[in-house]
């Protein structure tokens, strides 16, 4: 009987919780709520405020300046992008002639990167690009085997690209990727790459270990690294890479954004801030452009140029108002060579791609409240089982009236085990984001398509016929 006295109000006070979840998720699933800032597409982009992007648009907003996007494509139709992607290139049968469309259905890579670049803005609910007047020249390569990169970079040079971006990289060494990088910058591009992440690479890759083009390390929301980050000699900055949302295609996401880490987001950062500098500046020459940057980043972690922040974290503001020296060259071609990665032991070295894409842990926003409702009344049912069970365990076992008590291994009718079950996850409209998961709440994918088991790095020796490209 003590049992059963303290048994009630425990289910009582359980019952009572379940019925608060139910009311607030059906209060959820069923009206409007106040929208938070942090359930916007712009309460997202914590970024913008840490680099005081705000306070640069009173300057410049990257107007009359182009930025190559080198990468699958760009979903030009997004609503964030209308308007802000001229017709540009495929060297793919996945996209049309002119680039402006993205094959990759799992991560939309180049559209995000074009995003982060040159968003339109327009609310709340719409991305803001670092350059927002900036335009963007889609080089479609298609889904990642068989790109070609150097292709890519030099019809970037060719047709006016002032910045061009590399959120993409190869391990091992590709004499036409290097040749490439030369006429392009011969041109009077600024060239920015991807250092690189842990998942798959263990050093700096190609393109942005070439001499000259700005390699951008990643950085969190604390400012520290992301350790997710590659380090090396030829890093030369680092920028924001964690949590960073951007516009996808509608097969990646049902809303059209998605959140992800990696120093692919951090280059497209600075991609948009070396068009600002140029749009401000531009009587300044491309090695002109790269030393503001370098020469006005935040110094962090050894002094001076260090293998995890390069020169340091970008300083926006700094680079489009100090007072900067004119630079005789670019301060990248006089630095570091290039140091090509080299097989781990108990490899064989061979050309195996290296799966590396932009979406870390491919956490689009498709999670709402919807989600979190479910997420809730599941936890009420687990205290229910548990108070059930540990009641059970205070209850003298008596026999039944007119029989035995049932055999070991038996229950009583009403106490089985419950099935584990799953509800699936609803993903919210267009234009309603929501806030993307914990870090670290979900497990690490490979760096590589959302939700496919990443190859191993096959990083061959110097000289070795370089992997198949992949996103960064």
Not at 288 to 307: F, H, I, K
């Amino acid at each position: 009987m003590r049992t059963g006295k303290h048994r009630r109000p425990l289910l009582r006070s359980a019952a009572a919780v379940l019925a608060l979840v139910t009311a607030a998720g059906a209060g959820l699933l069923a009206g409007p709520a106040p929208v938070r800032a942090a359930d916007t597409v712009r309460g997202l982009q914590w970024y913008l405020d840490t680099l005081r992007i705000p306070e640069a648009h009173k300057l410049t907003k990257g107007k009359g300046v182009t930025v190559a996007v080198v990468d699958g494509g760009v979903y030009a139709a997004h609503p964030d992008l209308k308007g802000q992607v001229l017709p540009g290139t495929s060297f793919s049968k996945d996209v049309p002639a002119d680039g402006r469309s993205d094959p990759d259905r799992e991560n939309g890579h180049g559209t995000k990167m074009a995003g982060i670049i040159a968003g339109r803005g327009g609310g709340s609910m719409h991305q803001l690009g670092i350059a927002p007047e900036a335009k963007i020249l889609p080089v479609a390569l298609g889904l990642p085997r068989d790109w070609d990169i150097a292709g890519g970079i030099r019809w970037a040079a060719d047709h006016g690209a002032d910045v061009i971006n590399l959120s993409v990289g190869v391990t091992g060494s590709d004499p036409q990727i290097t040749e490439a990088v030369r006429y392009a910058l011969g041109k009077g591009a600024v060239l920015v790459a991807a250092a690189g992440n842990r998942r798959v690479d263990r050093a700096v890759p190609l393109p942005a270990n070439i001499p000259g083009v700005l390699a951008v390390g990643a950085t969190g929301k604390t400012g520290s690294l992301w350790s997710g980050s590659v380090t090396g000699p030829e890093v030369g900055l680092a920028a924001p890479g964690e949590r960073i949302i951007g516009p996808v295609p509608p097969p990646v996401s049902p809303n059209g954004y998605g959140v992800t880490d990696g120093t692919s987001d951090a280059t497209a950062v600075v991609s948009g801030i070396a068009a600002l500098v140029r749009s401000r500046h531009p009587d300044l020459d491309a090695a002109d452009v790269v030393n503001r940057l370098v020469r006005t980043a935040r110094d962090q972690g050894a002094r001076g140029r260090d293998p995890e922040y390069g020169f340091g974290s970008v300083d926006v503001l700094a680079a489009l108002t100090r007072s900067v020296p004119k630079a005789d060259a670019n301060p990248l071609l006089t630095g570091v060579s290039p140091t090509p990665p080299a097989a781990s032991d108990g490899e064989d070295g061979d050309d195996r791609p290296a799966i590396s894409v932009g979406l870390a842990d491919n956490a689009p926003i498709q999670l709402g409240l919807c989600l979190l409702a479910v997420l809730l009344v599941g936890a009420v049912v687990v205290v229910l089982i548990v108070v059930n069970r540990r009641a059970a365990r205070r209850r003298v076992p008596q026999a039944p009236v007119g029989g035995p008590p049932p055999p070991p291994g038996q229950t009583q009718p009403g106490h089985g085990p419950r099935p584990y079950q799953q509800h699936p996850h609803q993903p919210r409209p267009l234009g309603q984001p929501t806030a993307p998961h914990p870090y670290g709440q979900q497990g690490p994918h490979p760096y590589g398509p959302a939700g496919r088991p990443g190859l191993p790095p096959g990083d061959g020796p110097a000289g070795a016929p370089p992997a198949d490209p992949q996103p960064r």
